[in-house]
């Protein structure tokens, strides 16, 4: 079975700053998908970011980007110039090819953005 | 378009009552799924359904019932409310294509508290 691993339950970063929140994960797949999620205090879930394994370019949107490598089975988000707005729970996910859609979760990282 | 949509946003049952979480989207998924999300353990899987009349159970099924009648709608049933169910409920869908695995998209989720 997938695992997904958070080992930071908290971060903190300044306003305008970088931040960087890490994720591993463990799979006998070769082919799956990798997804940020962001929880604000609304309780929804936002998609952030989304990686194909099989790209070997890491996704970028906008102020958001992965480092993706998969030998190491490692899922890192880098925020740039955060933003107050950027303050949630950010959760690392891992889905498998046709077949095996289940979306298996990290127990998330809690990012707090000091003005 | 409204996505997914889940009712009620809020309920409380006593132990032993029985009740039926709603689900439904407007973007022919073939895929939704039930979470439920407790602090600290992210989101753990419920029941899921590739499409309709296709059920099977996730990581934690106990105490849950599912049903697919039509593509849109998916609603999960409680048996038996516990104390052990409280917790945030959430629904999600996406695309499944042969060989292209979509995004899933969720619902604003469902705060149930269980006396």
């Known amino acids: ?10 971060m903190s970063v ?9 994720c591993t994960y463990d799979t006998s797949e070769s082919d799956y998908y ?32 992965v480092n993706f490598q998969k030998a190491a089975k490692s899922f890192s988000l880098k925020i740039s110039d955060s933003q107050l707005g950027d303050a949630a729970m950010y959760f690392c996910a891992y889905r498998g090819n046709f077949g095996n859609e289940k979306l298996t979760f990290g127990t998330g990282t809690r990012l707090t953005i000091i003005p | 378009n409204a996505g997914v949509t889940q009712t009620p946003k809020f309920q409380v049952l006593k132990t032993g ?50 049903s697919r009648s039509t593509t849109e709608d998916f609603p999960l049933r409680l048996l038996s409310a516990a104390p052990s169910q409280t917790s945030v409920y959430f629904c999600a869908s996406s695309y499944r294509v042969s060989q292209y695995t979509d995004t899933q998209y969720f619902g604003p989720g469902t705060r149930l508290t269980v006396l």
């Not at chain 1, 079975?1 to 908290?10: F, K």
């Not at chain 2, 009552?17 to 999300?37: F, K, P, V």
């Open chain 1, 34 to 65: 990798l997804f940020w999620y962001k929880q604000p205090p609304s309780r929804q879930m936002i998609l952030v970011i989304r990686q194909e394994a099989y790209k070997q370019q890491n996704a970028t949107e906008n102020r958001f980007s």
């Open chain 1, 1 to 10: 079975a997938q695992t997904v691993t958070q080992s930071q339950p908290e």
């Open chain 2, 17 to 66: 009552q029985s009740m039926t979480l709603q689900c439904a989207q407007d973007m022919n998924h073939e895929y939704m799924s039930w979470y439920r999300q407790d602090p600290g353990m992210g989101l753990r899987l419920i029941h899921y359904s590739v499409g309709a009349g296709i059920t099977d159970q996730g990581e934690v099924p106990n105490g849950y019932n599912v």
């Open chain 1, 14 to 22: 300044q306003e305008a700053e970088t931040v960087t929140l890490s």
